[in-house]
């Protein structure tokens, strides 16, 4: 154990290094598009692979969530970076993850940090970081002055809701266990999950639900009420809302507030 100061001189010390780890070793390669630039140790073929998905995801996630008509962001200087490492080991080295981790978004710096891997990466890391960086980018980090201080608004299943949802697969699948969650009524009903802001509060058994059920009132929102509605939702957000205010704002008549999304979801996937 060591003291709390000494802990903080640590972290910073090692957030140094592993800057330094992925951002200045010599021998990264670049890779240039429109909105990224990939930088990679191997495999150019893979580069170019990475490149061309991750711009046809860029333009799918953007129309998917309605942010197309506010989309001018990530070119020139303003493009995101994905750095690939030749293998898991060397990403684990570099980043010091534990060892199931294979890719992180860090998002003020617009970076995915992952290496080269099987389908796993095209069909779900990619875009499910990718959506986390957009719909940051988008919303940004808001807060709100609360009885305990300045106070986030943004909770995390509106964040892992929005990364999923651009996974291929995932959808149907939370539509699965979310049927069956309301149909034993062992969901976590919304007024708890609002709660949740972080993922390391909940355990493994609590994940599943709330991954799923992010995704699916993300879905929800989406399909009902379209994604040019759901951008706005999120764009109240992004200007101080909370999530009720928001609703009652962009879902006037149809949805009042949080009690009422639940009752309207739960009715949608089967209750
Ligand atoms: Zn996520």
Not at 5 to 25: D, H, N, Q
Not at 180 to 193: C, G, N, V, W
Request: proline share 2%; hydrophobic share 40%; net charge negative.
């Amino acid at each position: 154990m060591v003291t709390l100061p000494l802990r903080i001189g640590l972290t910073v010390a090692l957030a140094i290094l592993l800057s330094c780890a992925y951002a200045y070793a010599g021998d990264w390669k670049e890779l240039k598009s429109d909105h990224f630039i990939i930088y990679y140790l191997g495999d150019e073929s893979f580069a170019s692979e990475t490149s061309r998905k991750a711009e046809s995801y860029y333009d799918r996630i953007a129309s998917d969530l309605g942010y197309s008509r506010y989309d001018k962001f990530w070119q020139w200087d303003d493009r995101a970076k994905i750095y690939l490492y030749r293998n898991h080991e060397d990403f684990l080295r570099a980043t010091n993850k534990p060892s199931w981790v294979h890719g992180t978004a860090v998002y003020e710096k617009k970076e995915i940090i992952s290496y080269e891997w099987g389908s796993g990466f095209f069909d779900t890391l990619l875009p499910h970081e990718m959506a986390h960086l957009i719909f940051r980018d988008f919303v940004g980090f808001p807060l709100i002055k609360g009885r305990a201080g300045w106070e986030r608004t943004i909770p995390l299943w509106m964040d892992e809701g929005v990364a999923q949802w651009a996974e291929a697969g995932k959808r149907a699948r939370a539509a699965e266990i979310v049927g069956a969650l309301i149909k034993s009524k062992k969901y976590i009903p919304l007024d708890q999950l609002m709660t949740i802001y972080n993922d390391t509060a909940v355990d493994a058994e609590m994940s599943l639900k709330v991954y799923a059920e992010a995704v699916s009132l993300v879905g929800y929102l989406i399909k009902e009420y379209g994604a040019d509605r759901f951008a706005l939702f999120c764009k109240q957000l992004r200007d101080g809302k909370s999530v009720d205010e928001g609703l009652s704002f962009v879902y006037t008549g149809s949805i009042q507030n949080i009690k009422e999304l639940e009752s309207k979801w739960i009715k949608y996937y089967g209750g």
